[in-house]
């Protein structure tokens, strides 16, 4: 996971109700981002997820290794994995579940956002 990983979503409204805390690693995706990690052979480094505008139709997820503290980052563990979300994507991230998918027809990292609505031909955009 050298290179950024995006996947592109249309927020419904800014949240507020709940915070990144309430942000979840399922098992699979935990798993897969410590084999990355042991990859890069660095203890410095943490799960950094984004949410910043772009893509074809609104926001989009960034998800890549950081070894950077930014003033008002949210500093989890999730499942063992240390992970930091940005305090401006901190409440779009709010609920939302990071899995990882290995099949014939799709490898990478998903993210279900309950705050995203509607689904695009391309896969990776949401609509309202």
Known sequence: MTAAETTTVELITAPTDAP???LTLTDGAAEKVRSLLDQEGRDDLR???????????G???????DE???DGDVELSL????????????PYLGGATIDFTDTIEQQGFTIDNPNASGGCACGN???G
Not at 59 to 65: A, D, E, R, S
Not at 79 to 89: A, N
């Open 20 to 22: 990144a805390s309430s």
């Open 68 to 70: 950077r503290s930014l």
């Open 125 to 127: 955009s949401f609509c």
């Open 79 to 90: 499942s063992g994995v240390p992970v930091v979300v940005d305090r401006m994507s901190a």
């Open 59 to 65: 926001m989009q997820y960034q998800l890549f290794f």
């Open 47 to 57: 799960l950094r997820v984004a949410v910043q505008p772009g893509g074809c139709s």
